[in-house]
């Protein structure tokens, strides 16, 4: 009988063939893609948020300054910004009530898909 003594071979450990496309699948997809879309989410809501504290802010000024109706000046903002009504609440509460008299208060709520400001003013 003949025995034959079988070749075994290693690979070296310290060999790096073959570690370019495991070091592409494993660092650009599994952790570059999902930092993408956290970006691009933490965008979206910085825009709404941009969005309605302008839309507080220059409606308010609006109301104070001219005696405009802050809806109106509202919805020129909204456009501005590329939003539909849709997407934006805006909310006056007067103190008092009627929002007639010398000295009035107005609080504004808006919300943009889901960030919200507040502005406050007195005319």
């Keep these: 009988m003949s025995f034959k003594r079988s070749v075994m071979h290693f690979v070296k450990i310290k060999d790096e063939s073959g570690a370019a496309a495991i070091e592409l699948i494993g660092f650009g997809l599994i952790l570059q893609v999902p930092l993408l879309l956290l970006a691009i989410a933490l965008l979206g809501f910085q825009?709404?948020?941009?969005?309605?504290?302008?839309?507080?802010?220059?409606?308010?000024r609006a109301w104070v300054v001219t005696g405009q109706d802050p809806k109106r000046a509202a919805a020129q903002i909204e456009a501005d910004f590329g939003l539909n009504e849709d997407q934006v609440t805006l909310t006056a509460t007067c103190d008092p009530q009627t929002c007639l008299g010398d000295t009035v208060l107005l609080r504004l709520l808006v919300q943009v898909a889901g960030a919200e400001a507040i502005a406050v003013g007195k005319q």
């Design 47 to 60: 825009h709404s948020q941009l969005a309605a504290e302008a839309i507080a802010r220059n409606a308010l």
